[in-house]
């Protein structure tokens, strides 16, 4: 039997545990909190997360990393953007006691790190060294917790450059509902799962403030033009970005009720203030985190993303929700058919 050790206990770690208990592997949540990790492996619930679901009985947790990671064949990374360094060099520390494990690494996780600018999977390739590992595999599509755990349709991508791990990780995941492709363009798939989400607080914002359909549509082509031209500045494949981790995950981050980053706009939208909307929500949303990095990118790679830019405006420097949208309306005309806009020093946003 397959052993799997997924990294973060809350709604996606979850739910991603669940599914692979449900397709007959032994699986070890590991967690930081002794009551969920209790409450997981007693009551077989994370009320916190996912207040309405039942896990699998046969799912257990723990808060032991020695313990989740000993025989393990595959590690699932699925903590925040911000603690996934710190949990990959707590990981490279149990794998340098057992170099002959070298489990296949996944990432389930949407971000782009403060500072270094870094993808998520560079992040855990530099900590964890190849010498300890398999591949580095990343998982990601549309995919909303709330609605794999009642096993409704659910397709994603698996990105790797390594072709048989990311095979087998399509492999050990695929089941009647849970559908994946394979994909070699890690670049893309990571930078589009990361700019979505800060798009998403765009489209929450749009609808909070009560703009209508076309303005969502607006929204949602122009934020995809910003996620390709940033992600090709990177040497991403644009046709990337037409898949599932980048249009799909992008229609559904803005347009679904469960998305946190779509509720954290809408809230805006309607008037509340940031830490208020973060403190109620009490879950990731990656969006505001990444809104800072994609700033930062956008200069470093002098690319134009005026959508990306409000957004960080609007988050990191308070400023007017509706003088924004109309900044981004009387910006000066241009050409649909131009993927590589540069940054225009001085432009009004
Ligand atoms: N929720 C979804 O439907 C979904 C779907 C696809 C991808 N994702 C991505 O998965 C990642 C996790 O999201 P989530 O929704 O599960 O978030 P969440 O807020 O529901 O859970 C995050 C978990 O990580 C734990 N955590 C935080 N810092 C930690 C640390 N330093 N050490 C150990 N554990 C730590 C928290 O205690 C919590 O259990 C995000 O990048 C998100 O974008 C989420
Ligand atoms: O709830 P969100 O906004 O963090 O989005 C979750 C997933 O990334 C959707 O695919």
């Given at each position: 039997m397959t052993k799997i050790t997924v990294l973060g206990s809350g709604s996606w770690g979850t739910v991603l545990a669940n599914l692979l208990v449900e397709n007959g592997h032994h699986v070890l949540l590991w967690g930081r909190g002794e009551k969920e990790v209790q409450e997981i492996n007693t009551?077989?619930?994370?009320?916190?997360?996912?207040?309405?679901s039942t896990l699998r009985p046969q799912l257990k947790a723990t808060t032991d990393l020695q313990a989740a990671i000993a025989g393990t064949d595959a590690i699932l990374f699925v903590v925040p953007t911000k603690a996934i360094r710190s949990v990959a060099q707590q990981v490279a520390q149990q794998l340098t006691k057992v170099p002959e494990l070298k489990p296949i690494i996944i990432t389930a996780t949407k971000g782009l790190e403060q500072h270094?600018?870094?993808r998520i999977s560079e992040i855990i390739s530099h900590e964890i060294a190849a010498n300890l590992r398999q591949g580095v595999v990343v998982l990601s599509g549309p995919s909303h917790a709330e609605e794999v755990i009642k096993d409704d349709i659910t397709t994603l991508t698996v990105a790797s450059k390594d072709v048989p791990s990311a095979n087998w990780v399509q492999k050990i995941f695929m089941n009647d509902h849970f559908r994946l492709y394979t994909n070699n363009d890690v670049t893309g798939v990571e930078v589009g799962a990361a700019l979505k989400n800060v798009i998403a607080i765009g489209a929450g914002i749009v609808h909070g403030l009560d703009y209508g359909d076309n303005a969502k549509a607006a929204l949602m082509t122009r934020g995809l033009a910003e996620m390709t031209r940033m992600g090709v500045s990177l040497?991403?494949?644009?046709?990337?970005?037409?898949g599932l981790s980048g249009l799909g995950d992008l229609i559904v981050t803005c347009t679904s009720v469960h998305s946190r980053n779509w509720r954290a706009g809408n809230a805006l939208g309607q008037g509340r203030k940031l830490p208020e909307i973060l403190a109620d929500m009490?879950?990731?949303?990656e969006g505001v985190y990444t809104a800072k990095t994609a700033h930062d990118l956008s200069i470093a790679q002098n690319i134009d993303m005026p959508i990306s830019e409000s957004i960080y405006k609007v988050l990191?420097?308070?400023?007017d929700l509706k003088t924004e949208v109309i900044n981004i309306m009387k910006r000066k005309g241009q050409s649909e058919n131009e993927l590589m806009r540069p940054r225009l020093s001085g432009e009004s946003e």
């Open positions: 009551q077989h619930t994370n009320r916190h997360y996912l207040p309405e270094t600018n870094a040497g991403a494949d644009p046709l990337t970005f037409s009490g879950m990731a949303v990191y420097e308070d400023a």
